[in-house]
């Protein structure tokens, strides 16, 4: 899988943004139940695509009270085979853009590209969870929601795909103007010697740690 597309920190605007909605949390056991994306030329929406995922399985009650599907709506709905195929099509060679993607929703797409065709997907990808934590070094909370909020940007329908996308859209195009007039506390945060991306602290078992947030393709540490 070293053909893989890789994670990029920095502000493009031509991307399609996209989010999913699974059966749970974990990227080897659970399903897609809902795929969306947005796609922007020159900072400004130009498609959008959404489907509802048939995952050949029970929706757990945990899943459906956080993104309000339940398994009759899916019921007709396509498998993720052809969903995916579709999504992909609606993607093309564009960077693609979410939140939390590098350790999640990437992963559902890796993992079932390669199960059903082999392929490896060689998009590279931005994850707007790492930006934010680079642009916003100091805020307490980064879930999607949260900086929606902090952009006063509406977070009506969230944990819903598309409007998922809708609202991070608007936050990544945020996060663009943050790179390009970087704040003061932004400014002070320290450099990989390696790759050039910022550090940020992290806790690890042997305590608090400086770590590229180029992870996974940089893996470079240095003690905090």
Known sequence: MDDKGKLLNKYVSDYVVFDLETTGVSANYDEVIEISAIKVAGGKVIDEFSTLVNPGRHISDEASIVNGIYDDMVADAPDFETALADFLK??????????????????????????????VIENDYIDTLKLARMCLPNR????????????NISSDGAHRALNDCRMNQKVFEKLGEELAHPSEEAMKLPKCPKCGNVLQKRNGRFGEFWGCTGYPDCRFTKNA
């Open 90 to 119: 609606f993607v093309g060679n564009s960077i693609m853009v979410g939140h939390n993607i590098a350790s999640f929703d990437m992963k559902f797409i890796w993992r079932d590209a390669e199960k059903y065709w082999g392929l």
């Open 140 to 151: 307490r909370g980064y879930r999607l929601v949260d900086l929606a909020e902090h952009y």
